[in-house]
């Protein structure tokens, strides 16, 4: 799988998306052909090469008519996209990306969706980039997007509303959820179009995921500090193949005060409730106490869950939690014919190779059962089955 990985040490807008994506190898003329699929007058893509803190990067500007400036309301861009010749796919995409947006300026200024303009973003830039950038990750191939944490930058800017913090309102309200910081000079380094192009993209943030980089882009911003590139970075490449990368969450708590007939009960609330697995181990605590430190691996969504399970359910007063990375195996199950009859089989592959073999260990032991032979001889059977099979 191609995937990309926006690493935004110095944040993000749409502008540095396009220079990114120019600058890692797509064609602007190809890029301009088919922004012309949107029924948009009045500007023109321009790149050039600038350095930023010493760094080569690609700028890519939007010059726009005066006369076509005007602001936009949801109503109006839902329209242009709709009457556009873009592809369903890419459409569907850019009026996700367009709501989100327009949801996050309602929310921050107390206003229904359909009465929000664009204001600062400027309609015509802000379709551009958004659609530049979607239109771009498709023609090179992208499948997947990963991010950095993200910098947002500090200070205060200046709007139709006044001067405002860093970040501005509505990038404030996109990323929610999303791990970010501030560092460096001070100014507005990620855009509400930049954090609503990631929050949409970014199939999870963090460190860079395990792949093999083929291709690197670097984005400029309009300001360039001596401090630091003001660059947005974007370095794209295959996953290794029969693997897949993702970001769980650990969930754990030290017990030692509970009866341990509980833990069996717990276990079966967790991974009914979705949990990936559930495990115990055994420590000693502070005076010498035995303990059991009770471990949920877990999807983000479901945490909330898993922490309300723990804490109703155990005699736990807190628990801890942390992101973690995971590369995995590709996994697939199928059925075997051991000639006692037929056993589910789940095989882990890396490339070609069967790593792993491993019998429905339910299925075996009722073949077991039923042909009054070893259990060991069945699940033995069945691997040889499978080897025979591939």
Excluded at 357 to 362: A, K, S
Aim: hydrophobic residues 40%; proline residues 5%; contains cysteine.
């Amino acid at each position: 799988m191609k995937i990309a990985y926006f690493d935004c040490f110095s944040g993000i807008s749409g502008d540095m998306c396009l220079g990114a994506l120019v600058d890692a190898g797509l064609p602007l003329a190809v890029l301009e052909k088919e922004l012309r699929k949107i029924p948009l007058r009045g500007y023109t893509l321009a790149s050039h090469k600038v350095k930023r803190s010493g760094l080569a990067a690609t700028k890519v500007d939007v010059p726009i008519d005066k006369k076509y400036t005007g602001e936009m309301k949801w109503n109006d861009i839902q329209k242009i996209i709709r009457e556009s010749s873009l592809s369903p796919s890419i459409k569907k995409k850019g009026l996700s990306v367009f709501r989100a947006l327009f949801e996050a300026e309602s929310e921050v200024h107390g206003e229904p969706v359909n009465k929000i303009h664009l204001h600062e973003l400027g309609a015509v830039d802000c379709i551009v980039d958004i659609f530049g950038t979607l239109i771009g990750l498709e023609m090179l191939g992208i499948e997947e997007v990963y991010a950095s944490a993200i910098n947002l930058g500090s200070g205060t800017i200046k709007t139709s509303h006044g001067i405002l913090p860093v970040p501005a309102p509505a990038a404030a309200a996109l990323l929610r959820g999303v791990p970010v910081y501030s560092a460096g000079d001070a100014f507005e380094k990620t855009t509400p179009t930049g954090a609503a192009l990631i929050t949409f993209l970014s199939q999870g943030y963090g460190d860079m995921p395990v792949f093999i980089p083929e291709k690197t882009g670097m984005g400029a911003g309009g300001k360039d500090p001596a401090s630091a590139p003001n660059v947005l970075r974007i370095l794209i490449g295959e996953t290794i193949r029969s693997t897949a990368q993702d970001n769980i969450m650990t969930i754990e708590t030290n017990i030692d005060d509970m009866n341990p007939q509980i833990y069996e009960y717990v276990s079966e609330r967790l991974f009914k409730a979705g949990a990936l697995d559930v495990f115990l181990t055994q420590i000693i605590m502070k005076k010498m106490r035995p303990a059991v430190k009770l471990s949920v691996l877990c999807s983000k969504k479901i945490m909330t869950e898993v922490i309300d399970i723990i804490l109703s359910e155990t005699t736990s007063i807190g628990v801890r939690y942390y992101e973690t990375s995971r590369t995995i195996l590709e996994r697939r199950i199928g059925k075997i014919d051991t000639g006692y009859g037929k056993v589910r089989v789940k095989i882990s592959e890396y490339g070609k190779q069967p790593l792993t073999i491993t019998p429905e260990y339910e299925d075996c032991r009722e073949l077991a059962l039923k042909k009054g032979i070893p259990l060991s001889e069945v699940i033995e059977a069945a691997r040889t089955a499978a080897r025979k099979q591939r």
